[in-house]
């Protein structure tokens, strides 16, 4: 986090101000006086203001059982966001870790930890994500072969990476894809020839979605969950 943001957060002042005590040679960061409002913190350097520590404040983390009809952006004039069903939370500085289609439930993960949501989310990092999908014709043994293959979509440059479809009946299926692209799940099927009729995700890097919360609530990550994110490679 920059200092200046993370004094003014600490502290209620503006970041004018803050700005201003930095140049005044207030602030000293690891123990060194600190004149750049740019300079780039983390736990665990101490920074003091006038002598005095400021105190790092706590990363929030939350998973959402995300109903159908509810939009993963920020905000959105005509449909629910996955930010407005945390009910009772200071949504400021919350980010959607990985976004879900209108139509498709389960597993949001939220954050004001811009890093970890970089580690669930980056294509380098290639956390893993777990569908059951709902189809409209039953899974064929080419299809399968062609999600371990990978598929070169429609206006894409570069094959899908090799994804694994486990049947649960004739129409049901669970994929695990290792990315997170447009559409991905619908796209792969439509190229198929199939055709994706309910979507639902149940983990994330690990982290699997709670069968206690029903759709439309959430809770906070224990720090097991936030830790596995951290620590999960690509093959699991
Ligand atoms: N793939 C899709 O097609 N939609 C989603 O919401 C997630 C993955």
């Given at each position: ?145 062609q999600f371990a293959e990978g598929i070169l ?53 690990g982290i699997v979605l709670d069968a206690a ?24």
């Amino acid at each position: 986090m920059r200092l200046d943001k993370f004094i003014a957060h600490c502290t209620g002042a503006s970041r004018s101000e803050v700005k201003r005590w930095i140049r005044a040679k207030c602030v000293t960061v690891a123990g060194i006086t600190t004149t750049d409002p740019r300079h780039y913190i983390a736990p665990p350097d101490e920074v003091t203001l006038n002598g005095s520590p400021l105190a790092y404040p706590h990363a929030r983390y939350y998973m959402l059982h995300k109903p159908e009809g509810v939009v993963c952006s920020n905000e959105d004039g005509e449909h629910p966001t996955a930010l407005d069903c945390l009910t009772g939370i200071h949504r400021e500085g919350l980010q959607i870790a990985g976004r879900l289609d209108k139509d498709t439930t389960g597993l949001v993960l939220i954050t004001d930890d811009g890093q970890w949501n970089h580690t669930i989310t980056a294509p380098r990092a290639a956390k893993n994500k777990v569908y059951c999908v709902s189809l409209a014709k039953p899974i064929s043994a080419q299809c399968m072969a062609q999600f371990a293959e990978g598929i070169l979509l429609k206006g894409e440059s570069k094959p899908t990476r090799p994804a694994n479809v486990a049947p649960i009946t004739d129409t049901k299926v669970r994929v695990t894809l290792h990315e997170g692209r447009y559409h991905q799940v619908k796209r792969m099927f439509a190229a198929c020839g199939n055709h994706v009729t309910a979507l639902h995700r149940e983990s994330v890097a690990g982290i699997v979605l709670d069968a206690a919360l029903a759709p439309g609530q959430f809770r906070p990550l224990t720090q097991a969950e936030i830790n596995l994110s951290k620590s999960t490679s690509t093959d699991e």
